[in-house]
């Protein structure tokens, strides 16, 4: 199916993306704590650098695990439950992640449009830049929330996309 090729490709992107900016976080914290201690400089840039980074690692290693199936989702109640019950509570969970996806969508995009003329004063970046994470990691976890949702309409499970 193309959107489970599609949507694992984006959730390895999120995971380097993640990664990546995790990465970023442990080199701009280190310069930072260099600058400080050893240069008796501190860069002004590194904690707002860090934090912005934050941001991107959260939201990317969320969706990511939206995808992965590595999100509470009620798993000692499902296997308690009757076979014909499980399947329904489990469409019901991907539909509430969804919903919490969409409204992560909504409301990212409404705090990024009204923090748009601003700017981060160490960076110089513009506030949205924190929220556009936000909206594209609600987009993907609602991607992912279908795929799950048409996975469990079809019987077929949802490989990790780390295999």
């Given amino acids: 199916m193309a959107l489970t090729r599609i ?4 959730s390895r992107l999120c995971m380097f993306t993640a990664v990546a900016a995790l990465f970023g976080i442990i080199l701009v ?3 930072q704590v260099f600058g400080r ?11 707002s650098t860090a934090l ?3 941001i991107y690692v959260t939201m990317f290693g969320a969706a990511a695990g939206v995808r992965d199936a590595g999100h509470i989702g009620m798993e ?5 439950l009757p076979e014909k019950l499980r399947s329904k509570f489990e469409i019901l969970i991907h539909c509430l992640v969804g919903l919490f996806g969409g409204l992560m969508v909504w409301y990212g995009a409404v705090l990024g449009y009204s ?3 601003y700017k981060i004063p160490t960076l110089g970046l513009p506030e949205s ?5 936000v909206v594209i990691a609600g987009a993907l ?3 992912f929330c279908i795929e799950h949702i048409i996975a469990i309409f079809t019987g077929k499970e949802v490989e990790p996309s780390w295999h």
């Fill in 7 to 10: 949507n694992a490709l984006l």
């Fill in 29 to 31: 914290v280190l310069w």
């Fill in 37 to 47: 201690y050893v240069l008796n400089d501190t860069p002004t840039w590194a904690e």
């Fill in 52 to 54: 912005v980074l934050v």
């Fill in 76 to 80: 000692s109640i499902l296997i308690l």
């Fill in 115 to 117: 923090v748009k003329n």
């Fill in 129 to 133: 830049v924190n929220y556009t994470a």
């Fill in 141 to 143: 976890i609602i991607s």
